[in-house]
Protein backbone atom coordinates (compact mmCIF):
# COMPACT_ATOMS: atom_id res chain seq x y z
CA UNK A 1 0.00 0.00 0.00
CA UNK A 2 1.27 3.43 -1.15
CA UNK A 3 2.04 6.43 1.93
CA UNK A 4 -0.88 8.50 -0.18
CA UNK A 5 -3.22 5.44 -0.08
CA UNK A 6 -2.65 4.93 3.84
CA UNK A 7 -2.95 8.19 4.80
CA UNK A 8 -6.31 8.64 3.02
CA UNK A 9 -7.36 5.20 4.47
CA UNK A 10 -6.70 7.04 7.37
CA UNK A 11 -8.41 10.04 6.65
CA UNK A 12 -11.41 8.29 5.91
CA UNK A 13 -11.55 5.61 8.47
CA UNK A 14 -14.33 7.02 10.74
CA UNK A 15 -16.52 6.87 7.18
CA UNK A 16 -15.52 3.50 6.41
CA UNK A 17 -16.41 2.42 9.53
CA UNK A 18 -19.79 3.49 9.58
CA UNK A 19 -20.56 2.61 5.98
CA UNK A 20 -19.04 -0.97 6.96
CA UNK A 21 -21.62 -1.31 9.47
CA UNK A 22 -24.84 -0.11 7.34
CA UNK A 23 -23.40 -2.48 4.75
CA UNK A 24 -23.93 -5.49 7.28
CA UNK A 25 -27.06 -4.79 8.58
CA UNK A 26 -28.95 -3.55 5.10
CA UNK A 27 -27.59 -6.10 2.60
CA UNK A 28 -29.70 -9.12 2.51
CA UNK A 29 -28.48 -12.72 3.65
CA UNK A 30 -28.63 -15.08 0.83
CA UNK A 31 -28.70 -18.42 1.67
CA UNK A 32 -26.80 -21.27 0.28
CA UNK A 33 -28.60 -22.99 -2.49
CA UNK A 34 -30.27 -26.57 -2.53
CA UNK A 35 -28.78 -29.44 -4.00
CA UNK A 36 -26.22 -32.56 -3.76
CA UNK A 37 -22.67 -31.34 -2.46
CA UNK A 38 -20.77 -34.51 -3.69
CA UNK A 39 -21.78 -36.92 -6.41
CA UNK A 40 -20.34 -38.87 -9.64
CA UNK A 41 -21.16 -37.62 -13.55
CA UNK A 42 -20.69 -38.52 -16.84
CA UNK A 43 -18.05 -41.33 -18.27
CA UNK A 44 -14.27 -41.66 -19.34
CA UNK A 45 -11.27 -41.42 -17.44
CA UNK A 46 -11.42 -41.07 -13.48
CA UNK A 47 -11.57 -37.48 -12.36
CA UNK A 48 -11.48 -36.91 -8.35
CA UNK A 49 -12.89 -33.32 -7.93
CA UNK A 50 -13.00 -31.00 -4.57
CA UNK A 51 -14.30 -27.57 -4.83
CA UNK A 52 -13.69 -25.24 -1.53
CA UNK A 53 -13.76 -22.34 -0.06
CA UNK A 54 -16.28 -19.50 0.65
CA UNK A 55 -19.82 -18.37 -0.17
CA UNK A 56 -18.92 -18.00 -3.38
CA UNK A 57 -17.62 -21.45 -3.84
CA UNK A 58 -21.18 -22.48 -2.09
CA UNK A 59 -22.87 -21.15 -4.76
CA UNK A 60 -24.77 -18.36 -3.27
CA UNK A 61 -26.47 -16.30 -5.53
CA UNK A 62 -28.42 -19.10 -7.83
CA UNK A 63 -31.33 -20.78 -7.05
CA UNK A 64 -29.47 -24.70 -6.77
CA UNK A 65 -26.30 -26.46 -6.67
CA UNK A 66 -26.61 -26.71 -10.65
CA UNK A 67 -26.69 -23.57 -11.05
CA UNK A 68 -23.82 -22.57 -9.02
CA UNK A 69 -20.19 -23.14 -9.45
CA UNK A 70 -19.84 -26.65 -8.57
CA UNK A 71 -23.08 -27.87 -11.01
CA UNK A 72 -21.40 -26.00 -13.97
CA UNK A 73 -18.49 -27.10 -13.57
CA UNK A 74 -18.97 -30.92 -12.94
CA UNK A 75 -21.48 -30.73 -15.65
CA UNK A 76 -18.77 -29.07 -18.33
CA UNK A 77 -16.00 -31.57 -17.19
CA UNK A 78 -18.66 -35.18 -17.47
CA UNK A 79 -18.76 -34.70 -21.37
CA UNK A 80 -15.06 -35.97 -21.33
CA UNK A 81 -14.45 -37.58 -17.72
CA UNK A 82 -16.18 -40.05 -14.76
CA UNK A 83 -16.18 -36.88 -12.51
CA UNK A 84 -16.28 -38.33 -8.56
CA UNK A 85 -16.49 -34.41 -7.11
CA UNK A 86 -16.88 -33.13 -3.35
CA UNK A 87 -18.02 -29.66 -2.11
CA UNK A 88 -16.78 -28.45 1.08
CA UNK A 89 -18.13 -24.35 1.45
CA UNK A 90 -19.67 -22.44 3.34
CA UNK A 91 -20.94 -18.73 3.64
CA UNK A 92 -18.32 -16.18 5.46
CA UNK A 93 -15.50 -18.87 5.71
CA UNK A 94 -12.13 -17.36 5.80
CA UNK A 95 -8.60 -19.32 4.88
CA UNK A 96 -8.26 -19.67 8.13
CA UNK A 97 -11.58 -21.37 8.62
CA UNK A 98 -11.39 -23.40 5.40
CA UNK A 99 -8.21 -24.68 7.01
CA UNK A 100 -9.23 -25.41 10.37
CA UNK A 101 -12.07 -27.68 8.87
CA UNK A 102 -9.97 -29.65 6.49
CA UNK A 103 -7.51 -30.33 9.05
CA UNK A 104 -10.11 -32.27 10.91
CA UNK A 105 -11.17 -34.69 8.10
CA UNK A 106 -10.06 -37.84 7.31
CA UNK A 107 -7.54 -37.47 4.53
CA UNK A 108 -8.85 -38.29 1.09
CA UNK A 109 -7.23 -38.06 -2.30
CA UNK A 110 -8.35 -35.73 -5.33
CA UNK A 111 -6.63 -35.06 -8.77
CA UNK A 112 -8.11 -31.27 -9.05
CA UNK A 113 -8.80 -28.64 -6.13
CA UNK A 114 -10.75 -25.50 -6.73
CA UNK A 115 -10.54 -22.68 -4.19
CA UNK A 116 -12.58 -19.84 -4.22
CA UNK A 117 -11.51 -17.78 -0.91
CA UNK A 118 -10.44 -14.12 0.05
CA UNK A 119 -13.53 -12.07 0.43
CA UNK A 120 -14.32 -12.76 3.62
CA UNK A 121 -10.20 -12.03 4.69
CA UNK A 122 -10.74 -8.58 2.94
CA UNK A 123 -13.68 -7.85 4.91
CA UNK A 124 -12.75 -8.90 8.26
CA UNK A 125 -9.03 -6.89 7.76
CA UNK A 126 -7.18 -9.90 7.89
CA UNK A 127 -3.42 -8.63 6.85
CA UNK A 128 -2.18 -9.24 3.96
CA UNK A 129 1.20 -11.34 4.89
CA UNK A 130 -1.00 -13.46 7.56
CA UNK A 131 -3.48 -14.28 4.36
CA UNK A 132 -0.32 -15.29 2.65
CA UNK A 133 0.92 -17.18 4.72
CA UNK A 134 -2.52 -19.12 5.22
CA UNK A 135 -2.69 -19.46 1.45
CA UNK A 136 0.54 -21.42 1.96
CA UNK A 137 -0.25 -23.74 4.63
CA UNK A 138 -3.64 -24.56 2.45
CA UNK A 139 -1.70 -25.30 -0.46
CA UNK A 140 0.68 -27.63 1.61
CA UNK A 141 -2.49 -29.31 3.06
CA UNK A 142 -4.17 -29.95 -0.04
CA UNK A 143 -1.13 -31.36 -1.54
CA UNK A 144 0.15 -33.53 1.36
CA UNK A 145 -3.08 -34.54 3.04
CA UNK A 146 -5.41 -34.74 -0.01
CA UNK A 147 -2.86 -35.66 -2.36
CA UNK A 148 -4.13 -32.68 -4.50
CA UNK A 149 -2.53 -33.37 -8.51
CA UNK A 150 -3.37 -29.68 -9.19
CA UNK A 151 -4.77 -26.81 -7.40
CA UNK A 152 -6.76 -24.22 -9.24
CA UNK A 153 -6.67 -21.10 -6.82
CA UNK A 154 -9.71 -18.23 -7.90
CA UNK A 155 -9.15 -14.91 -7.84
CA UNK A 156 -10.32 -12.45 -5.96
CA UNK A 157 -13.57 -10.64 -7.81
CA UNK A 158 -13.04 -6.78 -8.54
CA UNK A 159 -14.82 -5.68 -5.15
CA UNK A 160 -14.26 -2.05 -6.69
CA UNK A 161 -17.28 -2.68 -8.66
CA UNK A 162 -19.64 -4.02 -6.49
CA UNK A 163 -23.43 -2.67 -6.38
CA UNK A 164 -23.60 -3.27 -2.91
CA UNK A 165 -21.13 -0.97 -1.61
CA UNK A 166 -21.09 3.09 -0.81
CA UNK A 167 -18.32 5.12 -1.92
CA UNK A 168 -15.25 5.21 -0.37
CA UNK A 169 -16.01 2.14 1.32
CA UNK A 170 -16.05 0.29 -2.52
CA UNK A 171 -12.56 2.29 -3.29
CA UNK A 172 -10.92 1.16 0.26
CA UNK A 173 -12.51 -2.77 -0.22
CA UNK A 174 -11.48 -3.08 -3.89
CA UNK A 175 -7.90 -1.65 -3.11
CA UNK A 176 -7.26 -4.46 -0.69
CA UNK A 177 -8.82 -6.92 -3.00
CA UNK A 178 -6.65 -6.11 -5.43
CA UNK A 179 -3.91 -6.76 -3.29
CA UNK A 180 -4.80 -9.65 -2.06
CA UNK A 181 -5.12 -11.07 -5.89
CA UNK A 182 -1.89 -10.07 -7.12
CA UNK A 183 -0.28 -11.51 -4.01
CA UNK A 184 -2.33 -14.74 -4.26
CA UNK A 185 -1.05 -14.55 -8.51
CA UNK A 186 3.00 -14.28 -7.38
CA UNK A 187 2.10 -17.12 -5.23
CA UNK A 188 0.82 -19.42 -7.56
CA UNK A 189 3.39 -18.79 -9.93
CA UNK A 190 6.27 -20.07 -7.33
CA UNK A 191 3.90 -23.16 -6.51
CA UNK A 192 4.43 -26.07 -9.02
CA UNK A 193 0.95 -27.71 -8.97
CA UNK A 194 -1.44 -24.31 -8.71
CA UNK A 195 -2.62 -22.15 -11.06
CA UNK A 196 -4.20 -19.03 -11.25
CA UNK A 197 -7.69 -18.01 -11.94
CA UNK A 198 -8.61 -14.56 -12.20
CA UNK A 199 -12.01 -13.78 -12.53
CA UNK A 200 -12.35 -10.76 -14.99
CA UNK A 201 -14.56 -7.96 -15.32
CA UNK A 202 -16.26 -9.47 -18.20
CA UNK A 203 -16.93 -12.29 -16.16
CA UNK A 204 -17.91 -10.36 -12.77
CA UNK A 205 -20.37 -7.74 -14.73
CA UNK A 206 -22.64 -6.41 -11.78
CA UNK A 207 -25.64 -6.72 -13.75
CA UNK A 208 -24.75 -10.43 -13.76
CA UNK A 209 -24.52 -10.45 -10.24
CA UNK A 210 -27.27 -11.54 -7.45
CA UNK A 211 -29.81 -9.40 -5.89
CA UNK A 212 -27.66 -8.86 -3.14
CA UNK A 213 -25.34 -6.82 -5.24
CA UNK A 214 -22.02 -8.96 -3.24
CA UNK A 215 -22.05 -12.41 -4.89
CA UNK A 216 -22.10 -14.13 -8.59
CA UNK A 217 -25.28 -14.29 -9.91
CA UNK A 218 -25.52 -18.01 -12.72
CA UNK A 219 -24.41 -16.45 -15.50
CA UNK A 220 -21.56 -15.53 -13.87
CA UNK A 221 -21.21 -19.10 -11.96
CA UNK A 222 -21.33 -20.64 -16.09
CA UNK A 223 -18.79 -18.20 -16.99
CA UNK A 224 -16.38 -19.17 -13.76
CA UNK A 225 -17.13 -22.77 -14.18
CA UNK A 226 -16.28 -22.42 -18.23
CA UNK A 227 -13.08 -21.03 -17.84
CA UNK A 228 -11.98 -23.28 -14.61
CA UNK A 229 -13.19 -26.26 -17.13
CA UNK A 230 -11.04 -25.20 -20.42
CA UNK A 231 -7.74 -24.97 -18.18
CA UNK A 232 -8.61 -28.69 -16.27
CA UNK A 233 -8.77 -30.00 -19.73
CA UNK A 234 -6.01 -28.96 -20.85
CA UNK A 235 -4.17 -30.35 -17.82
CA UNK A 236 -5.77 -33.39 -16.98
CA UNK A 237 -3.39 -36.15 -19.26
CA UNK A 238 -0.55 -34.78 -17.12
CA UNK A 239 -2.48 -34.84 -13.78
CA UNK A 240 -3.67 -38.23 -14.57
CA UNK A 241 -0.99 -39.63 -15.92
CA UNK A 242 0.97 -38.83 -12.31
CA UNK A 243 -1.20 -41.07 -10.89
CA UNK A 244 0.19 -44.33 -12.47
CA UNK A 245 2.90 -46.20 -10.88
Known sequence: MSARHAFSTVALAPVLLLQGRHVRRSVALLPEPMGARAGARGSGPLLRLLVAGDSAA?????????????????????????????????????TADLLDHLEKLPAEDFDVVVTSLGVNDVTGRRS??????????LIALLENKFRARHILLSGLPPMHRFPALPQPLRWYIGSRAQDFDRALASLADRQARCEFVKLGYAMME????????????PAIYRLWAGELVRRIVVRVPQILSEQMP
Request: aromatic share 8%; charged share 15%.
Open 58 to 94: AGVGAQTQEEALSGCLVAGLADSFQVKWKLLAFAGAT
Open 128 to 137: LSDWRREQGQ
Open 206 to 217: PQAMAADGFHPG
